[in-house]
């Protein structure tokens, strides 16, 4: 009953705040306006920024991308090894910090090492204006004749966005052939592969906090 009252006072005030009824209290109309809308613009400025983020990945440009991150940068945090001597000489030159200067210079290893390509087709193909209403959009990128596939997802929980790309096993794969030990070409060995951005939202602006991985 309660629930019931609830739910008319409110459409009462829905269909009142968009009548011209002289008798409606203008200030509680503003007010449940306001509240409505409150959330919507939070969540209209996440799905721009995340928009912004696309553009700055699609940009394929190294300046605007090193802006995503704070530097400098632990060693640890990019997980990465170049295979260029000037990349460890430099770093630890730097208290085995990645600077700006370095992260642009070795762009390249650096950016193949944090699955950017993948964080790329992500935010190209996800339908990021889908976070109108959900707070949890995927998108799989099954092909039947490979043994392992990507999907890909964003999640909001709470202030915490997280964009994932997971590779799969294909269960429906018929291996024609073993891979090296005997090992089917769609085993979880091969295949099952996770990693992530997570970014924080202050309500207007996108934070990036963490990358991470795990097998």
């Known amino acids: 009953m309660r629930n019931n009252l609830f739910i008319a006072t409110i ?16 200030k509680q109309c503003d007010n449940l306006s306001d509240t409505l809308s409150l959330s919507k613009k939070s969540r209209n400025s996440l799905i721009e920024e995340l928009k912004r983020l696309k553009q700055t990945i699609s940009s394929n440009d190294k300046q605007k991308i090193a802006d995503i991150f704070d530097f400098p940068k632990p060693y640890s945090f990019f997980s990465v090894y170049v295979e260029d001597s000037t990349y460890l000489e430099q770093v630890k030159s730097n208290s085995n910090n990645v600077t700006k200067d370095i992260f642009l ?8 090492n944090i699955w950017l390509d993948e964080m790329k087709y992500l935010l190209q193909n996800i339908p990021i204006d889908s976070l109108n209403y959900k707070d949890n959009l995927e998108l799989s990128n099954l092909i039947e004749k490979e043994p392992c596939y990507n999907s890909y ?12 790309m997971n590779m799969n096993s ?3 794969f018929k291996s024609k052939k073993s891979s090296l030990d005997e090992i089917e070409e769609n085993a979880n060995e091969i295949c099952d ?9 202050d309500g207007t602006k996108l934070h990036f906090k963490t990358i991470g991985g795990a097998d």
């Open 105 to 112: 210079t070795h762009y390249k290893g650096i950016s193949t």
């Open 170 to 172: 294909n269960l429906n």
């Open 153 to 164: 997802q964003i999640e909001i929980i709470g202030d915490s966005i997280t964009l994932r």
């Open 193 to 201: 592969h996770s990693f992530w951005w997570t970014f924080k939202f």
């Open 11 to 26: 459409s009462f005030f829905l269909f009142a705040c968009n009548s011209n009824t002289k008798n409606t209290d203008k």
